[in-house]
């Protein structure tokens, strides 16, 4: 599952900036928002997770891309070492409460990670203004490459 996430990436940015990285930060704090917006009724603030995430992608972005620039040796092994863990414990919630994570067996998840995939072009497109043409104009104008095909 995540090699076939790591080729759409590859495909759609296949030399991404630090800007574009800030722009993930957001794109996944935006899904952390809807998780617990899913699971929580009021006791965690989703909305301003949800806010974080609109100034990373889009509010201030420069300014979020200028702090990854500045990161330490030891601040990339804790980055990298968090985004491990979160997909450790989110494949772990998953399994906990039933779900199909591998989405090769499951419509739901497969529509579930190319909505999540869409939403990210989306904000590639908003963001970081990729051409429209060459190997960047198909999966950024929505139609997925292999991970659509293979999921479905």
Not at 59 to 86: F, S
Not at 99 to 127: P, V
């Amino acid at each position: 599952m995540i090699e076939r996430i790591l080729n759409w990436f590859r495909t759609a940015k296949p030399q991404p900036s630090l800007h574009d990285a800030a722009v993930q930060i957001g794109c996944h704090y935006e899904e952390v928002a809807e998780m617990v917006e899913a699971v929580d009724e009021g006791g965690i603030d989703a909305e301003a997770i949800a806010d974080l995430a609109e100034h990373y992608k889009r509010l201030h972005t420069d300014i979020y891309a200028q702090e990854l620039a500045e990161l330490t040796p030891r601040n990339h092994k804790d980055l990298l070492d968090a985004l491990c863990d979160q997909v450790f414990t989110a494949v772990g919630v998953a399994h906990m409460m039933g779900y199909d994570i591998e989405g090769g067996r499951s419509k739901r998840c497969a529509a579930a990670m190319n909505r999540s995939l869409r939403t990210t072009a989306r904000c590639l497109m908003r963001t970081a203004k990729l051409p429209r043409g060459g190997t960047t104009s198909r999966p950024i104008c929505g139609v997925l490459p292999a991970v659509e095909r293979e999921a479905v």
